[in-house]
């Protein structure tokens, strides 16, 4: 498998006791490779459970009330993603500052040259070996046909055409490769879901994902992208899970962070609906995968995303 190249992570929590809460608001990193602690099975009852009864699992967290535009998570140090070669214990910044924002990434001394200068599109791939064979690492994106990956694309290297948007979910049906700065690969994947294309051509469409995940050798990270404004989908569990199981590195991007319905309306909040999956992600995983906030329209976390990307690939590289 693909993934033999990359090291395992290790925690470094073991030196907490207790383990304090940490008031996400810093403005400052990964790499995750998840291990599944439940069969994929489980993904559908869990995600029923919270579906019929979307409070039963919020009541417990620890959420902040905030200001519409300015949201805070509390976490705890364990809830945090800790990069490799990272001593959370030492520095001289405090902890809280050497986190994302908006995420529970821990900044790392592999962060660096995030900015994005050029980005072109190479090709589409409709097999794996088809895809580009220099070496270079590369990030996929993937998620729901509708979940915003392409102009979250877009929002990353500051085109508004470099991917292909539609209203019309489904649009993207290869592997489209966008090198980054002659160094670097941003993938565009097929949605799944309800993509508006025939049964069997989504199912192809999984196939040659799937293959790319498993047999892709220079794939330092997936990015699962995760609607925020609504509650959590099994079939995003579900993805989520194949992933952990086939130990995947994946980080959660979860979108569409600016869309805040009101509470007397019935609406939940990103954060709400943020911690409802990462309660049930907790279920099937050892250890939380990173993620990060963001939306499109307001460019949340473009920057934290392009700083974590280079720290995952300054590691790959070394590595």
Not at 149 to 171: D, E, I
Not at 303 to 315: A, F, G, K, P
């Amino acid at each position: 498998m693909f993934i033999t190249h990359l090291p395992k992570l290790h925690s470094h929590f073991s030196i907490f006791c207790p383990k304090p809460k940490i008031l996400i608001t810093s403005t400052l990193l990964s790499k995750s490779k998840t291990t599944p602690v439940s069969h994929f099975s489980s993904v559908t009852a869990a995600a029923n459970t919270l579906l019929q009864n979307p409070d039963s699992q919020t009541k417990n967290l620890e959420l902040e009330d905030v200001q519409e535009q300015n949201s805070h998570i509390e976490i705890s140090v364990e809830k945090l993603f800790v990069p490799p070669d990272t001593d959370i214990s030492s520095g001289s910044r405090p902890l809280s500052a050497r986190i994302l924002k908006g995420s529970n990434i821990v900044l790392s001394k592999y962060a660096g040259d995030a900015q994005v200068e050029q980005a072109e599109f190479v090709k589409s791939s409709v097999e794996t070996e088809e895809c580009p064979s220099d070496g270079k690492p590369e990030f996929a994106l993937v998620g729901r046909s509708n979940v915003g990956k392409s102009s979250l694309l877009n929002s990353l290297v500051k085109r508004k055409k470099l991917a292909l948007t539609s209203k019309k979910p489904g649009k993207t049906q290869c592997i489209n490769h966008f090198r980054i700065n002659e160094s670097w690969y941003l993938v565009d994947l097929p949605g799944y879901g309800y993509a508006a294309a025939p049964h069997e051509v989504r199912t192809d469409w999984a196939k040659f994902t799937k293959d790319y995940f498993l047999n892709r050798p220079t794939l330092v990270s997936v990015f699962l992208l995760i609607d925020a404004s609504i509650p959590a989908k099994k079939i995003d569990l579900e993805y989520a899970s194949w992933l952990g199981q086939n130990q995947i590195p994946m980080t959660l991007v979860f979108t569409k962070c600016d869309k805040r319905k009101k509470k007397k309306n019935g609406g939940r909040r990103p954060e709400e609906n943020l911690q409802d999956f990462l309660v049930l992600i907790q279920k099937f995983f050892q250890t939380v995968p990173p993620w990060i906030m963001t939306s499109s329209v307001t460019n949340q976390g473009r920057d934290e995303i392009l700083l974590h990307m280079s720290q995952l690939r300054n590691y790959w590289l070394k590595h």
